[in-house]
């Protein structure tokens, strides 16, 4: 019997306390409501783990008899063989060539459902599989389903972004613990011209029972709960978020936050909210509406989607995705863990405790947004149903913090992966000169040392080839067209060469560029050219005014000097 081995590559995303928001942000845009008429979504998959790399699965034919091994996403553990399918459509990262495109993030959920024996369907094969297998939302939403139900589930919660050319759907699922198989899970389609995301929070609350046009859910989702004795009452109010996952603290501040950080900057009514993403979870007796809330679900909950004040555009993806709750009372630059350099970043662990005079332990947090240092990689896909598959299909892909990388577009009919990019090229604690990865890593914790001074540079060239990138695309898209209509291969040559060529040309740009920033700002100085003259102009920056206050604040006379010292 043969086999064909799916290999993921280690990607961890730990779970060290229930405090602690793991991994991942996905932003969801229909077509009504993007500016080009594209259906849009972005994910970052985040672990301190996971080694940043384009994945490739070109289309295959495969024999009757033929089993696919299944490996766990996060650890690379061998969990079992399916049978594989006649055909496998190809995918580029999480995109394939029917422009079908899937994101997704980890909510943990109820402690008795995280384990089910026997099982072997884990989240990242379900998503990967499903690429592979499906041509729609709505063919991935039951291939996702179907696996789950005869292979039983793996993973702990997911909630799943899935988008093709025409809708784009959120998908949450949960395993139904040890003694069960499969899982339970509800489905809902974004209504056209609204936006929705997720961040390790289970969103989806009360859904719509007898509208399978718009929401699809296992038979058993409602009456599974009841079994447990987590629910009561009519099935009506039956909220799969509250139940499964219900939010708390942790929930709302390090997850919910970068929901509400995205949506409040394209609709004007979500200040209301913030107290709730501070993580002041109300459980009312009864909800707005006057009902009254006999399980005790949260009652100030922020709405599923919400209708943007303007249409988003592919760049407005990308910065959304370099968010740290700037302009916010939660703003990272703003408080003693920025230091001197308005760091937006805080190294973990994400809690940590103190004991104060009075003995009392206390637990404190570090804000978690939707740009880290962790990321191993993010992307923004553009579904458009205008252009032909595989030509319409595009996945602008980046390595690392995505708020000091480059999204560079790969069009998700290409055939072969840029050098820079392609799987194998350097590990975890494998350096590579000529991997992506890599060269906007020296670059980012460069960055990291001085980031109010040097972060400026970076996000001026950032923007600069990321507008390049989109022109050229346009350029791109009618050639490729015109190509498509003769010759359907010469066509996917033509935008493979396009984003092969484009992606290693940023890595290598990126690394001279490393090389400016280095000599530009090393040994805490800042330095421009001075021609004819043998030596730069040399500025010293300092620390600034507010960090030498907080010195002399900590120090007291310390560091001062005598009247009239020098």
């Known amino acids: 019997m043969k086999k064909v081995f799916l290999i993921i590559f280690l990607a961890t995303f730990i779970f060290s306390s229930q405090y602690n928001a793991n991994a991942c942000t996905n932003f969801l845009i229909t077509k009504g409501a993007s500016a080009d008429g594209s259906v849009m979504i972005s994910y970052a998959a985040d672990s301190h783990v996971l080694y940043g790399e384009l994945y490739f699965w070109p289309a295959m034919d495969w024999s009757s ?123 809902r389609r974004i209504p056209d011209g609204y936006i929705s995301a997720h961040a390790n929070q289970a969103r989806i609350t009360t859904f719509p029972l007898d509208d399978s046009e718009n929401c699809i859910y296992s038979t058993d989702v409602i009456s599974f ?25 942790g929930g709302a501040r390090f997850c919910e936050v970068r929901v509400w950080s995205m949506f409040k900057d394209v609709n004007d009514d979500m200040q209301k909210y913030f107290n709730y993403v501070k993580g002041e979870v109300e459980h009312n007796k009864k909800f707005d509406t006057g009902e009254k809330n006999p399980n005790g679900y949260a009652t100030n909950r922020m709405p599923l989607w919400i209708k943007p004040n303007r249409k988003i555009t592919v760049q407005d993806m990308m910065d959304f995705m370099r968010d740290h709750l700037e302009g916010t009372p939660l703003d990272m630059r703003k408080d003693a863990g920025a230091g001197a350099f308005g760091l937006p ?25 939707t740009a ?144 400016y920033l280095f000599t530009k700002y090393m040994d805490g100085n800042l330095k421009r050219p001075n021609p004819g003259k043998q030596n730069p102009h040399v500025k010293y920056p300092g620390y600034g005014e507010k960090f030498y206050k907080e010195i002399i604040k900590g120090t007291g006379n310390k560091f001062l000097m005598p009247s009239g010292g020098h």
């Open 65 to 187: 008899g033929t089993m696919l091994d299944i490996y766990e996403w996060d650890t690379g553990k061998f969990l079992g063989q399916i049978p594989q399918v006649a055909h496998t459509y190809s995918v580029v990262g999480n995109m394939n060539e029917f422009q079908l495109a899937i994101g997704e993030t980890t909510y943990t959920g109820r402690s008795e459902l995280r384990t089910q024996k026997g099982a072997i369907m884990d989240y990242g094969s379900l998503i990967y599989i499903a690429l592979q297998r499906s041509k729609t939302a709505r063919e991935a939403i039951k291939v996702i389903g179907d696996l789950m139900d005869k292979y039983g589930y793996y993973s702990t919660g997911e909630s799943f972004s899935i988008a093709d050319t025409k809708e784009v759907w959120i998908m949450e699922l949960i395993g139904k613990g040890e003694g069960e198989k499969g899982s339970v899970w509800v489905a």
């Open 225 to 249: 709960a009841r079994s447990k004795g987590w629910f009561s009452g009519k099935d009506k109010d039956f909220s799969f978020s509250d139940t499964y996952a219900p939010v708390d603290f």
């Open 345 to 369: 970043y805080r190294f973990r662990p994400l809690v940590w405790k103190d004991i104060n005079e009075k003995g009392d332990t206390l637990t404190y947090c570090n804000e978690r947004a």
């Open 372 to 515: 880290t240092q962790q990321t191993g990689f993010s992307f923004v896909t553009q579904s458009r149903s205008e252009i032909p598959s595989p030509i319409g299909g595009i996945l602008w892909f980046s390595v690392d913090d995505a708020a000091s990388s480059v999204y560079t577009p790969m069009y998700s009919g290409m055939t072969r992966m840029p050098k820079t990019f392609e799987r194998g090229n350097g590990a975890l604690m494998e350096f590579s000169e000529t991997s992506a990865f890599w060269i906007f890593n020296q670059v980012s914790n460069f960055a990291y040392l001085r980031y109010r001074i040097v972060h400026p540079d970076i996000d001026s060239l950032q923007h600069k080839i990321e507008k390049q990138s989109i022109e050229f695309v346009k350029g791109i898209d009618k050639g490729a067209v015109a190509l498509f209509k003769n010759d359907k291969e010469l066509a996917r040559e033509f935008i493979t060469d396009f984003s092969v060529n484009r992606a290693n040309a940023l890595v290598y740009q990126w690394k001279d560029f490393y090389k």
